[in-house]
């Protein structure tokens, strides 16, 4: 009898926990809702990073473009603008990102004429420590994309060699 109250008291425990668990870990998801609302015309992208090993050896390039038909020639934008803002109350920081949209390139001669999709950046991108802890938080026009690439340190030296 003992062994029987044993066991069902050992699967309730089992169950108990496994559900606190969940209700805890769900709990401390990252509330965004912390955040201003996008504006009339923008929108709120958000960057969140998976956990890796040696995060402190990463760096997060981010990028700001848009996706647009163009013939062989280099375009870029040259209008953008990236100012980075505290979230008054909590620390934590956000961008707000701005742009007219100028587009700039070359002039060369594209003889087939072709029209390919290719991602125009605009210029100011940015270098941030890799963080799977804190979200990246992006307010940008509608029709701007953010994106990132990871970087990894593959070696680290100091230079001890004087020059002649």
Do not use: H
Request: hydrophobic share 40%; glycine share 6%; with cysteine.
């Amino acid at each position: 009898m003992f062994a029987i109250i044993c066991k069902f008291s050992g699967v309730f425990f089992m169950r108990f926990f496994l559900i606190f668990i969940l209700a805890v870990s769900f709990s401390f998801a990252f509330d965004f809702s912390i955040f201003p609302k996008a504006k009339n015309g923008e929108i709120m992208q958000i960057l969140e990073l998976a956990p890796l090993e040696n995060e402190d050896e990463k760096l997060v390039k981010i990028e700001f473009g848009k996706n647009l038909e163009l013939d062989c020639n280099s375009y870029f934008f040259t209008d953008g603008n990236l100012t980075n803002q505290n979230l008054k109350g909590f620390g934590y920081e956000y961008y707000k990102f701005k742009a007219k949209g100028l587009l700039a390139g070359t002039l060369m001669y594209c003889g087939d004429g072709v029209k390919k999709e290719k991602f125009v950046k605009f210029e100011p991108e940015i270098y941030k420590k890799y963080s799977s802890k804190l979200p990246f938080v992006f307010y940008t026009p509608k029709d701007v994309k953010v994106k990132y690439s990871i970087f990894s340190l593959d070696k680290s030296e100091i230079l001890d060699k004087k020059a002649k």
